[in-house]
């Protein structure tokens, strides 16, 4: 044998993944589901008010996707949709094309974490949950999409609209299967005023984050306001719209939610660092360095900015600068 | 011996080419506007690596720690030393195993990442392993 094949090295680490594969399929989850406790704890749920498209074949996704928009008062159809989704080269529609054109239709696509209950408390809140599953084998795939409307707990079933089904009883572990082997893929789509039942904040900045990275500046700056509503004591959100007015060269607007987070979380060096940038751009060079110190100075090691100039005047009308809680 | 040795040079030199773009990744120059982009990443590193520093609090982990020889506070410190990219890729080793299952499985992949950054110098965790020169 001569010499040696990486595939060896990386087959021992994919061994690692395949093996965390093979665990068999958890038990129908005894709380999550909502947040009182079991005994009143809704036995059956349906999510009202989720129209039903019967799916010709090939064409889940467009059918899938229609019946999330207009659960939530957008007004289309698989047909309209089917260009943006629907590649007929490969007989079907791609994760990352349903996200992008829900997007388009203004609304926030939060991923669900991998398990079940996640989905069973979206369900519960109201949010019916757009899901991917491979109906076949690993190997043979036969990709589907579908969206979760209910659950039966005492029959530890789920109701999906699925294919030409409507109000389909699928049990747990024929779910837990081609859900598994589709990676768990589970979306909730909604308008960026709400959050959804289990939003965590990074996971819910982030898809707030994908709507401005994906252009659609109005629908991100709503999720961020709905964002700093949510979680108060995080910085992130006000910096978010700082940026995003910044990038919309409304300078003052930026330099306002820049204040607005120094003047909130006063030790938080990155939003004095934005706020000296936004100072700049608006020509309050004075008050621009002593922002841009005052992060200097709280973290050195990020912002210690040495070719800093000194400047000399502000240009008229601008903002008092709030006190630097190390720099008076 | 030889062959063994070649072989793992083979691994090194991916993983420096790895540890290297991630480096560059993660030094962004710092006079400018922090993007809320970057915000969420940094958050989510941190995250990450709390995530694993917890893991080591675990009983299970500890007694595997002591069977291999290893502190905890050694492996506590790697932690804290990993990139970005590292972190990204033990979290999503955790995602895909199931809850309180494949730890150790975890451990395993943790101390083959140890080894090979021993092996570049990078570190000395295990004496049994020489490095490349």
Redesign the interface.
Known sequence: ?T????G??LG??LA??L???C?SA?PWPETGAAPQAEDIEPATVMVGDVPFFPQEKYQCGPAALATVLNHRGLDTDPESLKDKVFIPGRQGSLQVEMVATARAHGLLVYPLE?ELGAVLEEVAAGNPVLILQNLQLDWWPQWHFAVVTGYDRGEETLILNTGTLEHYSMPHDVFMATWARADHWAVVTLPPTQTPATAQR?PY??AA?DL??SNHPEAALTAYRTAEERWPDDP?PI??QG??A?SQHRVEKATDHFRRAVQRFPGFA?GW??LG?ALEAQGCNVFAYQAKACAGNLAPE????Q?RPTASSNADHCPALPSCPLVQ | MS??R??LK??SL?MIAVLAMATTFSSVA????????D??QQ??TQ?DRQQLLNMLEKQDVQDKLSELGVSKDTVAERIQNLTPAELAEFEQ?L?????G??VV??I??FF?VFIVTDMLCATDLFPFVRCIR
Not at chain 1, 302 to 305: G, Q
């Open positions: 044998m010499g040696c094949h990486l060896r090295g021992a680490v690692l993944g093996l965390a594969g665990a958890p991998p990074l900045l982030r984050h401005e990275a992130t910096m978010a940026n995003l910044f990155a660092n934005n940038y990020r912002f210690d900015d070719s | 062959e063994l070649g072989c083979q691994i991916v710092n006079a400018t506007m922090v993007s809320t982009g915000m969420i958050e989510q995250l080793q995602a895909q195993a199931p809850a299952e494949g499985g975890i395993v992949l083959l």
